[in-house]
């Protein structure tokens, strides 16, 4: 069974452009996570997509932004991006549970961004 | 948003050593992960944890859910050098959202 994946693995933009990171979750899984991991940090969570809506966003400005097509791959964009916006941007996936508690996330190798 | 946090940072030991790390939060959480990170790739899932004082092995490793759902360890028996990477503690708040907080990583070298 093929695990998440993302595309591409590098990218490499210049402050101001936009940026877009693809991922594909593991097939029957409903739910898409993106996380920010800048270098030597922890994860920060970004967007949680699922049924094609945004269901949760962390503490990011609007100009990080996504989208969860009906295949259930997901899209995340970045606008105006900035230095500080480099880092490894993972993508996970879980089905989506009604049972509060039984959630394992499964995680993309990521897209390693750089912004000059 | 919730704060995890995760000791130690980092740590040294040889070949065949013990290892344990923990992992505090300041709210309730629903649910405790483990997550193993080598260089270039995504996290990998090691345990998962569902029940206050739940106490699960996969291996040599074995990871408990506190009694106050605040907290969470992972054990890590006989080290070998492929054990080496970072250890990232997540969990799931009770506040219902799916989202996963992380803590800062506990990055494990093994001396062979």
């Known amino acids: 069974e093929a695990g998440v994946t993302q595309s591409p693995t590098h990218l490499i933009k210049t402050r101001g452009q936009q940026a877009t990171l693809r991922c594909s979750p593991i097939s029957g899984h409903t739910s898409v996570y993106w996380y920010q991991q800048a270098l030597g940090l922890g994860l920060q969570f970004l967007l949680w997509?699922?049924?094609?809506?945004?269901?949760n966003r962390g503490n990011f400005p609007p100009r990080f932004s996504g989208r969860q097509f009906p295949n259930y791959s997901s899209e995340l964009n970045v606008n105006a991006l900035e230095l500080e916006d480099s880092a490894l941007y993972l993508c996970?996936?879980?089905?989506?549970?009604?049972?509060?508690?039984?959630?394992?996330?499964?995680f993309g190798p990521g897209t390693r961004l750089t912004v000059l | 948003g919730q704060q995890l946090n995760q000791s130690p940072q980092s740590m040294f030991i040889q070949e065949g050593e013990d290892v344990s790390m923990n992992c505090t939060s300041s709210?309730?959480?629903?649910?405790w992960l483990w997550y193993k990170q080598e260089p270039g790739e995504g996290p990998v899932l090691l345990i998962a944890l569902y029940k206050a004082g739940e106490l699960t092995s996969n291996g040599r490793l074995t990871a408990q859910f506190g009694i106050t759902r605040k907290d969470s360890f992972l054990n890590i028996s006989a080290s070998i050098p492929s054990d080496v990477g970072i250890y990232f503690c997540?969990?799931?708040?009770?506040?219902?959202?799916?989202?996963?907080?992380f803590g800062t990583g506990t990055r494990l070298t093994v001396i062979p």
């Open positions: 997509y699922d049924e094609g809506e945004e269901r």
């Open positions: 997540a969990g799931q708040p009770a506040s219902g959202a799916n989202n996963l907080f």
């Open positions: 709210s309730i959480f629903n649910t």
């Open positions: 996970a996936s879980s089905l989506l549970v009604t049972l509060r508690g039984d959630n394992e996330q499964f």
